[in-house]
Every structure is written in structure tokens, then in C-alpha cells.
Nanobody
Framework: QVSIVESGGGLVRPGGSLRLSCVAS????????IGWYRQRPGTERDWVGS???????KYPSTVRGRVTVSRDNAKNTAYLQINDLTPEDTAVYSC???????????WGQGTQVTVSS
């Protein structure tokens, strides 16, 4: 059975940093690209970064320079580092694992990040 679990969210002050984790089980983690997304209150889910199976990363211009996505295949874990947090970063952050071979896509349940003084 596949399980995707995010953690590391919480309450942080503006200007602070967080590192979120996404732990997968029940799949061959190395074969999956990983995307991080967030959904702010009252808005659509937005993409905030991704990493391929080879370790190539991409980011939207809205967060580039503040966000780093990484992965540790030995731990079946992906990470999202967010720096210089602002209240506009308040959202539920989720990871998505996707693969063409084997075909499949999986979502975690998300972790809440709240940025407030």
C-alpha cells in the first residue's frame, strides 16, 4: 500500500524558515519525480517547485530564490526548504509523486504552514 506523508509544518514568524518533508512508502521512490504544491485559503493549488528522478529542480518565478527542493532516495524522502517566509506563504503544502514508468501519481495529505507574528 502506498503512503505519502508530509510533515514539518507549523507556526513560524515572518522572516523565518521551514523545511518540510515528504516521506513515501510502498513505491520505488527513485522512479518518481516530486512536485511540491500549496493551497492558500480561498485560492487554487499552486506549484512551488519540483525535482526529477535525476535531481533536476525547477521553480516558478513567484518563489524562485526562496525555495529549494531536494530528495534523499536512501530515505524515500523529499524536502522543501522555504526561506524568508511571509504571511502570503501561509498555506497547506502537499507533495505529489509522479511517474510514467511505472505509471502512477500519488498525493500526500498536506501539512499546514502558518506565517504570523
Amino acid at each position: 500500500q502506498v503512503s505519502i506523508v508530509e510533515s514539518g509544518g507549523g507556526l513560524v514568524r515572518p522572516g523565518g524558515s521551514l523545511r518540510l518533508s515528504c516521506v513515501a512508502s510502498g513505491i520505488d521512490f527513485r522512479l518518481y519525480s516530486i512536485g511540491w504544491y500549496r493551497q492558500r485559503p480561498g485560492t487554487e493549488r499552486d506549484w512551488v517547485g519540483s525535482i526529477t528522478t535525476e535531481g533536476t529542480t525547477k521553480y516558478p518565478s513567484t518563489v524562485r530564490g526562496r525555495v529549494t527542493v531536494s530528495r534523499d532516495n536512501a530515505k524515500n524522502t523529499a524536502y522543501l526548504q522555504i526561506n524568508d517566509l511571509t504571511p502570503e506563504d501561509t498555506a497547506v503544502y502537499s507533495c505529489n509523486l509522479g511517474s510514467l514508468s511505472p505509471p502512477g501519481t500519488y498525493w500526500g495529505q498536506g501539512t499546514q504552514v502558518t506565517v504570523s507574528s
